[in-house]
């Protein structure tokens, strides 16, 4: 359920046309999904405490009103093991246009799976569960559905891909733990149902044997340009 914060938080992105990750994630995170461990540095102190008490690895974003496709800007760093190479990293980021802050978390590793939903002039809110991560445009595995879902409607869309295997557990590699992801959809669907928007991207979520966690976020918002 959308909370006075969550709907605040997307009437400020209406103006701007889109959600910054942050705040895409904060309204997530109020709606009970899993987010990552995380600081908004405007320091390098803060990026390198945050660090220090959580443990690396850690991810670096670039946050900025100007960037709303982060790989276009290489404005993402993941797989940071030193508070040298995190130091580096956030001067960089703090330099790319309207950068203001960096969004410094904890990495999480496992499967990458894509959910998003788009609003569909005739139908309302179609939601999408795929292939993620990279892959997203490499592989094109994607099934759709109507929101709100059923778990069994989940099921049957994340049987129908082409990765499923990869879900289940492939040539050694542990699977994901299924009925947190398909929680993870059926939630999704539901609270998208109050939301006003054009696009939402969860991409990648990381989903392990214990978890599934929105390591990226994005909301465009309804009639944005």
């Excluded at 969550?6 to 109020?30: H, S, T, Y």
């Excluded at 999408?128 to 559905?145: K, R």
Aim: hydrophobic share 45%; glycine share 8%.
């Amino acid at each position: 359920m959308l909370t006075e914060n969550a709907r605040n938080i997307l009437a400020r992105g209406k103006r701007l046309g889109w959600v910054m990750e942050p705040d895409a994630k904060a309204i997530f995170a109020e709606a009970g999904f899993d987010v990552p461990d995380s600081i908004l540095a405007t320091s390098r102190d803060q990026a390198l405490g945050f660090a220090e008490n959580t443990g690396y690895p850690v991810a670096a974003k670039a946050v900025s009103p100007e960037i709303v496709h982060k790989t276009e800007h290489n404005a993402v760093v993941t797989g940071i093991t030193t508070p040298e190479a995190l130091a580096g990293a956030f001067d960089r980021l703090m330099g790319l246009p309207g950068v203001k802050q960096v969004l410094v978390e904890t990495m999480v590793y496992g499967v990458e799976v894509i959910i998003g939903a788009k609003q569909d002039f005739q139908f309302g809110p179609v939601v999408m569960l795929g292939t993620g991560g990279i892959g997203v445009e490499i592989f094109n595995d994607t099934a759709i559905g109507m929101a709100p879902l059923k778990r069994k409607e989940v099921v049957a869309m994340a049987e129908s891909l082409r990765a499923r295997e990869l879900l289940k557990g492939f040539r050694g590699r542990p699977g994901v733990n299924m009925d947190c992801l398909v929680d993870t959809v059926v939630r999704f669907s539901s609270l998208v149902m109050e939301m006003a928007f054009d696009s939402i991207d969860l991409n990648p979520v990381i989903c392990t044997r214990e978890r599934c966690v929105l390591a990226d976020a994005r909301i465009i918002t309804a009639n944005a340009s």
